[in-house]
C-alpha cells in the first residue's frame, strides 16, 4: 500500500513569512509524528498525535510552531514568521498505535529554505 | 541527559565484505531500538528493530546486537553491496514513543 506522503516535498520562503507542511500518513494508522533534521544531523522530536489528539508538543522549538491533525488522518505543521534558522527537513512518521515499540514509518520530508 | 550517539562517523567498506556499524546509548531506561537507513534526498527507512529483553535478531542479511551491560547496539551488514551505501541511524525509545536519534554514521561502499 501506499506509504507517508508529505507535501511540498521543497519550500523556499523568506524569513518573516509563515509556511504550512502537510504530511498523509499510512492508512490506517492512528500515531503520527513530526520530526526536524537539520543539516548533517540526527532527527529532532517535534510533536505527536494520537487521533488528532497532540499528547506531547514537548519538541516544539518556539511558539512559532504549531500543528493540528483532522479525522485522524492528514496533519499540518506551521511555522509562522519563519526564521533562517528553520531551514531543515521536517519529516513526518505514522505508527499503527502510540503504543511502545511500534514501528514508525517516515514519509520523504519537506525541505525547508529560508533565505 | 538522554543521547544516542554513533562511534564511527564514516565507514568505507569493500563491496562484499561485512560492515558493522556501532551506536551507544545513555538512557538505561531504554527498552526499544531500531536502526534506520537514510538516502539522499529520502526519508528515513525501517530496517532492523530489537527489544531489550533480546541480545540478537537477525534480518535478511542484517543482524543486531544489543549489550546493555555496556549499552552499546551494533548493525551487521553481511555482504556488503553498492545499495547499502546511505546514512544509517539508531534510535531509542523508551517510557515514551518518541524515537531518539543519533547523528548517523555514512556507509561507503566501494566497488
Known amino acids: 500500500g501506499a506509504g507517508v506522503s508529505q507535501s511540498p516535498s521543497n519550500k523556499v520562503t523568506e524569513k518573516g513569512k509563515d509556511v504550512e507542511l502537510r504530511c498523509d500518513p499510512i492508512?490506517?494508522?492512528?500515531?503520527l509524528y513530526w520530526y526536524r533534521q537539520s543539516l548533517g544531523q540526527g532527527l529532532e522530536f517535534l510533536i505527536y498525535?494520537?487521533?488528532?489528539?497532540?499528547?506531547?508538543k514537548s519538541g516544539l522549538p518556539s511558539d512559532r510552531f504549531s500543528a493540528e491533525r483532522t479525522g485522524g488522518s492528514v496533519s499540518t505543521l506551521t511555522i509562522q514568521r519563519t526564521q533562517q534558522e528553520d531551514s531543515a527537513v521536517y519529516l513526518c512518521?505514522?505508527?499503527?498505535?502510540?503504543?511502545?515499540?511500534?514501528?514508525?514509518?517516515f514519509g520523504p520530508g519537506t525541505r525547508l529554505l529560508v533565505l | 541527559g538522554e543521547s544516542v550517539g554513533l562511534h564511527l562517523p564514516t565507514l568505507s567498506v569493500q563491496e562484499g565484505d561485512n560492515s558493522i556499524i556501532n551506536c551507544a546509548y545513555s538512557?538505561?531506561?531504554?527498552?526499544?531500538f531500531i536502526w534506520y537507513k537514510q538516502e539522499s534526498g529520502k526519508g528515513p527507512q525501517f530496517i532492523i528493530d530489537?527489544?531489550?529483553?533480546?541480545d540478537k535478531r537477525q534480518g535478511q542479511r542484517v543482524t543486531v546486537l544489543l549489550n546493555k551491560t555496556v549499552k552499546h547496539l551494533s548493525l551487521q551488514i553481511a555482504a556488503t553491496q553498492p545499495g547499502d551505501s546511505a546514512v544509517y541511524f539508531c534510535a531509542e525509545s523508551g517510557a515514551t514513543n518518541k524515537l531518539i536519534f543519533g547523528t548517523g554514521t555514512l556507509l561507503a561502499v566501494q566497488p
Open positions: 512518521a505514522s505508527s499503527l498505535t502510540s503504543g511502545d515499540r511500534e514501528t514508525q514509518y
Open positions: 498525535f494520537q487521533g488528532n489528539s497532540a499528547p506531547d
Open positions: 538512557n538505561s531506561a531504554s527498552d526499544y
Open positions: 530489537i527489544r531489550s529483553n533480546m
Open positions: 492508512s490506517g494508522h492512528t500515531a
